[in-house]
């Protein structure tokens, strides 16, 4: 469905991607893919006529509501401003009637611009041609820029176009808002008001529309509605062969949780703030407005400057589109904001953060720009709160981290009812906010990561220690103590797997429990000498003195898993004694779903069935503790039994391939991964893209093919390329320098601008240099 | 666009009206007026498969909710039933693509059937014929059946067909329902449930599909799916060229405030009782479910047997259409619930009762079924808690109606907002829920009108007098002492002419005031020497020694404005200084809608243009108050500058017409009333059918050409039908006995199978007769 070939604009090969045929009965698939953003919002790609079955989202970052106490808080969808209604000739068009030449639609990476032209003959065969343009601006985070134009071919039309601001929209059904104002300035400025109905988070939407006919500026008297929740103006006008209409519509959006304009809590305030920056918008124009975009986004592309020379040009283009989708979903300007599992581009997971954010995105940033991985860290630490309350609400100690968090203080916010079970007729309890309780060990896991690769002692300082004591000390106190076998023991989880519920010593929780708890004994031992007055600071705070003693003790008797005879870790106690079914008719991208038309959760429950890499996880996560062999052989028997149910499962699995040299499976993998947004699959990203997994492709590109990997707080490097690429480069920050790494067949180059001398270690040998370092590549 | 022949069906002659071809532009039209219903709910008649633009409703009556504190009560968009999704070879079904034959959709009046019926012809060629049917049970309130049959003409498809219960629905973006459990019984039987926020009514809907392939039983095994708010079945199979498929759907809807269920407000008992009644329904499959109902509408055609000999044929046709409409949306299984002004057919004046039940709807149910009206006006009686809250909250005593109510001790529910004011861009701010004050003694009329037709004093007894009594002490209160004119004026109201805002002494209010406080008087002398032992009960709580006092002082003093020299009397103090423009550009139904474009309220309040019938409806309701010639002098200065902009208009108009005998006048107005329903207009029913224009349907035909009124306590019949009328007969009920009236060009007869002598007086001579009376024509 979607061409990745630039067929009719060479520049932007590999920079962009084109549906040649729009479908309607798979909307959401363009819809998300192309959704614009700028981590202050996101806006779905949804058509500018509407069809059924189209979604339109506009989300706005941290503005986070509950409908009622029975459902959890969510990312609200804000008013729709993107739908304009078109009548031509006093029928509504549609793609769906006449006939369509000429269809493109292309979201353009490079610009961050979505673009949609075809030539429509309408059943009266009257050939019209349209364009539309939008932008969702990363130079005013508040802008949204739309251009429509129409121009008719063989005969002229009577035209009505319909656009204003519609806020009937909901969260399917769940609706968020109050309805507030709706006022028109001038008779030309649309201004509505929305304020979140539990969080009382004040929304002010500016809209306004401007016509040229042939170029010419057009005052066209507009009809206009306000009707319940919505506001709209209508055109009539009629156009001649040949004539072109243009038609731009420019949006302001705020809330009174922008930390960027003075006063945004005080309404007024905020509406006068958002009309005047409209009127600006208005005297710039469209062409203007969107060249602050493109330059905004072309120091972007600087800064995230990546080269791959493959026999498919699909491998630069598809790691583009992961940065270009971390870009529009990450909060980079505000640290109370995380980043959803679907990012800002569907209702999925309403907008909550996962471990997605620390395992699978936090390492781009952390190596690309550790500012953001810092800021991302930092939102982490202000949910200190809330997973202190979770700790105490579930009777334990310190921090117990919550599976999905939204807005930071609010805690746990995982819902608790899920898809329908097949057997009962009743709806899946979700049990992951209770037990799937290792997210508290990720976070701590991705603060060491974070500290050992920037080396930002003043994030430990500040956030850093504090985080990984609390997270130590919940693990302490969650530890259950096995009398007949002498030792702690984790029993009653839910680990990476989610098929496996109520399960007792998940071999990555207790790893990664055990990882906590050590962590924060080394800590606490180093900071007695380097910053005692810091200790003692968080000594009486945390009661570190009496929990340290804990750790220790705990750490040491604490259960770990070991491989059998065959070398295999058990995922579980019970996994592998488990009746092993054929996944083959299950195993296509396509089919995954349909194991639940088949079988309940309960029934799947008692199968050696995993919906993703659980314990391989931990052999990625915690390299150094296991031989390569084991690896392989967890991996061949594992993966079979695994139904990659999860878009965190392929990169992780390409990862291990690249580590354990299987260069091709390694490349397959990673073309699994880029499949789970970008494939043919029509609606596996409905819901919106996958966050997880575009961090996991550019991890397979880095932390795979080029072998870059943080051990013992030392840069290791061990490239091995796929064999079907020529070159790839890319930006690499380490403890504060900013390296560029070149990797062709036969040589590694390495550059930095900096003056400090850099340590690493390449394929297992340690080096130092200033400035550029080449080597030869090793061949596998 | 509607054809009111029964083309295709002679036997429906008179008893329907068709669709011939579809028009997604206007999909508003067919909902409304072909809508579904049996006074518990009514069901819009949105089409199966779903259209931009399409409004899909299912209201349960007296099941009204608040969303927040900024909107007022409003009846809740239940959860749709009505939607099936049909792929037919991988594409949606869909009217607007490929094309269609033999087109009809149909409301059968006389069974309340709904049925569609079309070949549609893929974009590939292939021809299938559809059916489908539809009705909302008046035999069983809760069941609603449905029907949909394909057959593939020349070549096999593959069908997938999807249906279930979707509880996304909201009303114009609100949402009235927490999300409730959702639940599969043996893979068969869908239930959710949802309950209102603020109300607490919950909601039970249970949903079943069987199939059939040329009427052998199938077994098709579904795909089940719940998702939020929402549940569905999706049946995949293949069809062969020349097999049918048939789809019957049951669905049961209950919710806690169900009278007819015991422990309906224990949801678990609901539960079990709807899932009970949905299995026991399966039994008796639709056919006779259907033919349990038909009986049910044959009973009711019955007891409202019309004959209309006309010229035109849909004369009778749009009678019967608006007895239709009244039996579908009139709760009279629970004197709880009111009749909204648009019935159950849409959002539109969010199920409210205004003056349109007791002044337009009532006279219907008092000549027809003295029983209904009965009911009516006890929910009335209900409502005076909100009433005296009311009249409390601003200052007044006794019982200030509210302008709109919905359940009845919440008082008024008017909206403050409305449309956009083109002059300031803001909404202009609604004030009939605090002056339109005139509703309190329409309500003393309502219960007066009834009281002198029907006799029932057991009614008066229990609620009329304290009714009228408590009316009239507001209206005490509520006149103002004028210094300089030695009178008792009311200044600032709004008279039915909504269009005059902030008027002082609108006629019709002064008179009506005058009415209700001279009522009151007389049953309070009345009751003195009738029931002493019931008027001191009502003396003490009501205050009625001190009242009626005041009463009459302030009666005797009331300014009633008169003729002028031209026999003009002014609709308020002003109207007649007011500015004169030419109206002909607005007169049209489809341009009245655009005054709003070209003035703002503020503007037109300054002009002498008028909504609607105002001094004129008070030449209707107290009609021997006023001379003949007087009335048609108002009428001919007035009519002019009223632009019936409200479905209360032209059925007055009609009514005055035949009082001063233009017969003419009469039938052309009575054909526009029902053409607010029924004609051209594409969107005037959008937001649902007109109540108040149904009933006066009725009354032109009733009050008007057949002469029908209560005058003095005495029956008055005066015939003067339209020329193109070869014969009218109807029932009618007259203090306790029923009659039948027969009109034909030449003699009148009326017929009654009581014993009770019928005293009546007949083009103004009394006369009685026992059995049955013949009388001569008077021709005009």
């Known amino acids: 469905m979607l061409n990745y070939h630039a067929i009719n604009n060479p520049e932007l090969t590999q920079w962009s991607f ?284 600087e800064k995230y400057h990546f080269e791959i020379e493959s026999e498919d040009s699909f491998d630069l283009l598809a790691l583009r589109f992961a940065i270009y989708h971390l870009m529009v979903m990450t909060p980079v300007h505000d640290r109370r904001m995380g980043i959803g599992a679907k990012g800002l581009s569907g209702e999925g997971y309403k907008g909550h953060s996962f471990w997605d954010t620390e395992i699978f995105i936090l390492p781009f940033f952390i190596y690309s720009e550790p500012k953001v991985a810092r800021t991302l860290l930092e939102y982490r630490y202000l949910g200190l709160e809330g997973a202190r309350r979770k700790a105490r609400e579930n009777g334990f100690k310190g921090a117990m981290y919550p599976w999905e968090v939204a807005w930071p203080s609010d805690g746990e916010v995982t819902p608790v009812w899920g ?118 600071r968080l000594e009486s705070s945390l009661n570190l003195d009496q929990a340290s003693r804990e750790w220790q003790e705990k750490a040491d008797a604490l259960y770990l898993p070991k491989p059998d005879e065959r070398g295999i870790i058990a995922q579980d106690d019970t996994y592998l004694q488990k009746q092993i079914i054929d996944l083959a008719p299950y195993k296509s991208q396509t089919k995954v779903g349909t194991l639940f038309q088949d079988y309940s959760l309960d029934q799947v429950n008692e199968m050696q069935i995993s919906k993703q890499a659980d314990i391989l996880m931990l052999f990625y996560l915690l390299e150094n503790r296991f031989a390569p062999e084991l690896k392989r052989a967890n991996y061949d028997y594992y993966e079979p039994k695994t139904l990659h149910d999860s878009s965190l499962s392929f990169s992780t699995h390409s990862i291990l391939a690249s580590d354990f040299d299987d260069k091709k499976l390694a490349y397959q993998l990673f073309r699994r991964a880029t499949e789970i947004d970008l494939g043919p699959h029509e609606h596996s990203s409905d819901a919106g893209i996958h966050s997880a997994s575009l961090g996991g492709i550019w991890q397979c590109v880095v932390m795979g093919f080029a072998g870059v990997r943080m051990l013992n707080g030392e840069l290791h490097l061990h490239p091995k390329m796929p064999d079907t690429w020529k070159r790839l480069s890319f930006p690499l920050y380490w403890k504060g320098s900013k390296l560029k790494i070149s990797i062709t067949e036969d040589q590694v180059e390495i550059k930095t601008d900096q003056d400090a001398e850099i340590e690493l270690v390449i394929y297992g040998k340690k080096t130092a240099f200033t400035g550029q370092l080449q080597f030869e590549m090793i061949h596998i």
Chains 1, 2 share one sequence.
């Open 419 to 536: 898809a329908v079970d097949i057997v009962t007729g009743k709806q899946t309890k979700i049990w992951s906010g209770f037990i799937e309780q290792h997210i508290t060990s990720d976070i701590a896991y991705a603060v060491w990561h974070y500290y050992q690769s920037s080396g930002d002692q003043q994030f430990m300082d500040e956030c850093g220690y504090e985080m990984i004591f609390d997270t130590a000390t919940f693990w302490a106190s969650r530890l259950e103590w096995d009398e007949e076998g002498s030792r702690y023991v984790i029993n009653e989880v839910i680990g990476p797997d989610e098929y496996k519920e109520h399960v007792d010593n998940n071999a990555f929780t207790n790893y990664m429990a055990h990882f906590n708890l050590q962590l924060a004994l080394e800590y606490y031992n180093e900071l007695k000498t380097r910053n005692p007055e810091l200790l003692s």
């Open 18 to 301: 084109t549906e040649t045929k729009f479908n309607p009965l798979a909307q959401g698939k363009c819809e998300s893919v192309m959704s614009l953003g700028n981590g202050y919002m996101g806006l779905r790609s949804a058509t500018e006529e509407a069809y059924i079955g189209g979604t339109r989202n506009l989300f706005v970052n941290g503005t986070f509501n509950r409908f009622d106490d029975l459902e959890v808080t969510e990312l609200p969808n804000a008013a729709d401003v993107t739908q304009v209604e078109l009548l031509i000739d006093g029928q509504r068009f549609s793609l769906e009637t006449g006939s369509v030449t000429d269809y493109e639609r292309t979201l353009n990476l490079r610009d961050a611009e979505l673009t949609r032209s075809f030539v429509w003959r309408s059943d009266q065969g009257k050939r019209i041609r349209f364009e539309f343009k939008r932008f969702v601006s990363m130079h005013d985070l508040h802008l949204i820029g739309m251009k429509v134009q129409l121009t008719p071919l063989d005969e002229g039309i009577t035209l009505r176009l319909a656009s204003g601001i519609n806020a009937q929209m909901s969260n399917s059904g769940s609706q968020h808002f109050h309805e507030g104002e709706k006022r028109i300035f001038d008779k030309k400025y649309l201004q509505l008001i929305q304020t979140t109905t539990e969080s009382k988070v004040d929304f002010v939407m500016n809209a306004l529309h401007s016509f040229w006919i042939d170029g010419v500026s057009a005052e066209i008297k507009p009809q206009m509605e306000i009707e319940r929740r919505k506001m709209e103006m209508a055109y009539s006008l009629d156009l001649q062969a040949g004539q072109t209409l243009k038609m731009q519509k420019l949006i302001q959006v705020h809330t009174s949780r922008d930390a960027d304009v003075e006063g945004a809590g005080e309404l007024e305030k905020l509406r006068a703030h958002s009309l005047q920056a409209l009127k600006k918008a208005e005297e710039a124009g469209y062409d203007q407005l969107f060249e602050q975009h493109r330059q905004a986004w072309a120091s972007i592309w």
